[in-house]
């Protein structure tokens, strides 16, 4: 069976969106279906009772591909090489995630962090799907 990766991706972002664990989302590897669960809404699906059996694989947070400080060394060493040494220090203090985005966005680059980000998480999650024998198109 193949599914639209834009349906995993959709209950990726839904899953991502909030903490580790607020946000549920499992796959029933049998059907394709994706149930969605919340800790906030009543208005979600049901989960099967059998959920934690083999059948079903819960879509990933994007915190357990640990895309965090590779991801913005990465990016700074392609984009904005004379800032390096601030961003490792910027990162040495609490805080750090919204003051990078405030010298991003002082730079001009906050958009394209967003976008490099994206694509970074989509290629971990296509990876992800591989690994566990998901089938995606498009």
Not at 54 to 65: L, M, S, T
Request: hydrophobic fraction near 35%.
């Amino acid at each position: 069976m193949k599914l639209n990766f834009k349906d995993i991706l959709e209950a990726f972002e839904f899953v991502s969106f909030g903490s580790i664990y607020e946000h549920q989302a499992f796959l029933d590897r049998a059907t394709g279906r994706i149930y969605w669960h919340s800790e906030y809404g009543d208005d979600m699906d049901e989960l099967p009772q059998d959920i934690d059996g083999g059948n079903y694989i819960a879509i990933p947070h994007k915190n357990e591909f640990d895309l965090g400080s590779v991801l913005i060394f990465d990016f700074a060493y392609q984009y904005l090489q004379d800032d390096v040494e601030n961003i490792r220090e910027i990162f040495r203090r609490k805080g750090a995630y919204a003051k990078y985005k405030s010298l991003l966005e002082k730079k001009g680059m906050l958009e394209f962090w967003y976008e490099f980000e994206s694509r970074a998480q989509e290629k971990a999650l296509k990876e992800w799907c591989d690994e566990n024998s998901i089938e995606v198109t498009g």
